[in-house]
């Protein structure tokens, strides 16, 4: 059963930094596609930021040079780290992943939300100026 769980959302200012963390359980991270959506209220989910089972990633314009999305295989861990706060940045994030993926990043920016199988419960991270 593969479980994800997000954590580190919280409150954060204008131009600081706040830290997602998703823990996986349940699969392998070998030729995984992970990924980080937001939802804000009254707006459709968003993709963030994608890393796919090669290691590469890729991420929407309006958070790239920002944030980063890195994963710890030991850990079985996702993390996004956001620098730069701003308060178009504030929304439910949430986890996803699909095993067995080799759909590569860019695409899974573009295309690649029905993919994703399994979600984590959100976070929510809001950014005050």
């Known amino acids: 059963q593969v479980q994800l769980v997000e954590s580190g959302g919280g409150s954060g200012q204008s131009g600081g930094s706040l830290r997602l963390f998703c823990a996986a359980s349940?699969?392998?991270?070998?030729?995984?596609?992970m990924g980080w959506f937001r939802q804000a209220p009254g707006k459709e989910r968003e993709g963030v930021a994608f890393i796919d089972s090669y290691g590469s990633t890729s991420y929407a314009d309006s958070v790239k040079g920002r944030f980063t999305i890195s994963q710890d295989n030991a850990k079985n861990t996702l993390t996004l780290k956001m620098n730069s706060l701003k308060s178009e940045d504030t929304a439910m994030y949430y986890c996803?992943?699909?095993?067995?993926?080799?759909?590569?990043?860019?695409?899974?920016?573009?295309?690649?939300?029905?993919?994703?199988?399994?979600w984590g419960q959100g976070t929510q991270v809001t950014v005050s100026s």
């Open positions: 996803a992943a699909e095993p067995k993926c080799t759909a590569r990043s860019g695409w899974l920016l573009l295309h690649g939300a029905p993919l994703f199988g399994y």
């Open positions: 349940g699969f392998t991270y070998s030729y995984n596609c």
